[in-house]
């Protein structure tokens, strides 16, 4: 999918640097030509020669190289590819992208580019968690800038936690969705996201362990192919593409509100939000205090169920695709759930996979049933959009 594809590598410093000539080689062997622009520091790691000998092409690290400014040659740079991967990407070259800091080729490169632009952050994980650092993160996702975040393991200086560069195989994943053709252009998606909030007192909440990851990244799919997309998103759900429409909401009844107006004649509805089945009867203004007394009972009434509601509403989206979380027998649940609530399709997938990295499951029709393999909710998610395509 990548066959004479245009992509400009920017390599940022830090111990990563060597996955970046992984992810060049792999670039190549999918037929793309790739030119690389190093920092400073990522020179500090690796040399430019590495990069130049599996390459076959001049590495690029000054701004003031007169040969290459004869034509203005980092504008020419950035003008001559499809598209740019940033990997690894640093907190100070995310600072400096995020505030149009231009002080070295890459930067300025950066700041003349108007190409589709992929970032792959790597870390200490305290510096990936930072304020500032998730603040310059949300900037550049608001400029339509793609991130694959860095995944949990062990890092270079010993600690745990989310900081590695993630798996090459799935940045080039990535990247596939900023190149590729506007398949679903005209059409409008509606998507929900993340756990409802309900609460019970003014501090304490009934809620889950959704993280909404799965279906922002489902509304930013869609769009990079061309969808016009509304997310009706819960609490934590995090930050899509900057023409992705984003509603947020908390409990279960704003969704439902949200939902069935933002769904009037759309093509497709995608329901991924892990909705609170039951909230609290009442709703205290005030903190409840310790009662002594060694337990306590609380009433719980049923949510709307928002899926069902809106593939029974008037203008019901053409399609309406549910999610279902299941602890077990996944198909039969899914097949009844499908009679049930009137829908289209469902996926069915394990609980377990709730808030986690990867995702797996089932996509259920009335005459189909088809396995999507565990994999990063990333290729989870362009499999999914193919199956919506293929109804």
Known sequence: ???DKRILLGV???IAVY???ELMR???????????????????????LTFEALSGNKVHTDLFDLTEQHGMGHIQLVRWADAVVLAPVTSNLLAKISHGIADDLLTTLMLANEKP????PAMNVSMWQADATQRNVSILKERGYAVVEPVAGELACGEQGAGRLAEPESIIQALLPLLTEQTLAGQYWVINAGPTVEAWDAVRILTNRASGALGAMLADAAAVCGAKVCLIAGKGTPQTRHDVQRIDVERAAEMLDACLLAAQGADVFVGTAAVSDYRFSETLASKLKRQGSGSIQVELVENPDIIQAVATMDKRPHQVIAFAAESENHVAYAQEK?????????????????GANTASGYYVTVNDVFKLNAQDKALFVRQLVQHIINM
């Open 26 to 48: 792999l670039l190549m062997k999918q037929g793309a030509e790739v030119q690389v622009v190093m920092t400073k520091s990522a020179q500090e790691f690796v040399t430019p």
């Open 1 to 3: 999918m990548l066959k």
């Open 338 to 354: 499908l009679r049930r609530k009137g829908v289209d399709a469902i996926v069915a997938n394990d609980v377990s996979n709730m």
């Open 19 to 21: 996955r970046a000539v």
């Open 117 to 120: 632009v992929l970032i792959a």
């Open 12 to 14: 940022g410093g830090g």
